[in-house]
């Protein structure tokens, strides 16, 4: 989205409104695979110890989620306050050329193909208990 005033100003000198969309508690539950032989032959690198699976839009509902964000942006766009902005979507994407841009299946096809994740951090529960536990207190 591009905004003529009061905005960011892009490689063309037009300015800007970036505007994301996130889901804030996603469905989606991904994997780490550790590698533990790896790292008792004496490799250190993350990379090479385990394998972070994210599992991003597994859940639909997720991405079902999303849309609906993106739709609530231009429900905002759509205000009388914001329409004095003169925001235009402008489709900077690779789905644009094969969906109408502005389409809930061109959104689909953004949100697939440019969707990442941002800082993520979280905890496991770790104890002796395999029912209440993620992993060990030797982290297994």
């Known amino acids: 989205m591009y905004l003529r005033r009061n905005g960011l100003v892009n490689e063309s000198?037009?300015?800007?409104?970036?505007?994301?969309a996130s889901v804030g508690r996603p469905k989606d539950i991904g994997e780490i695979r550790l590698?533990?032989?790896a790292y008792l032959r004496?490799?250190?690198k993350n990379e090479?110890?385990?394998?972070i699976d994210?599992?991003?839009l597994d859940n639909k509902s997720d991405e079902n989620g999303l849309l609906e964000a993106i739709k609530n942006i231009f429900?905002?766009?759509n205000t009388k306050a914001l329409k004095t902005l003169d925001v235009n979507l402008i489709p900077d994407s690779p789905c644009s050329t094969t969906n109408l841009a502005g389409s809930d299946a061109y959104w689909?096809?953004?949100i697939r193909s440019e969707c990442s994740v941002g800082s993520v951090g979280g905890t496991?529960?770790?104890g002796i208990d395999d029912k209440d536990s993620v992993v060990d207190t030797k982290f297994r």
């Open 75 to 77: 429900i905002l766009f």
């Open 48 to 51: 090479d110890l385990a394998l």
């Open 35 to 37: 590698k533990t032989k």
């Open 42 to 44: 004496g490799k250190r």
């Open 13 to 20: 000198g037009k300015a800007y409104i970036l505007v994301e």
């Open 54 to 56: 994210f599992k991003l």
């Open 108 to 110: 689909v096809c953004a």
């Open 124 to 126: 496991c529960r770790m």
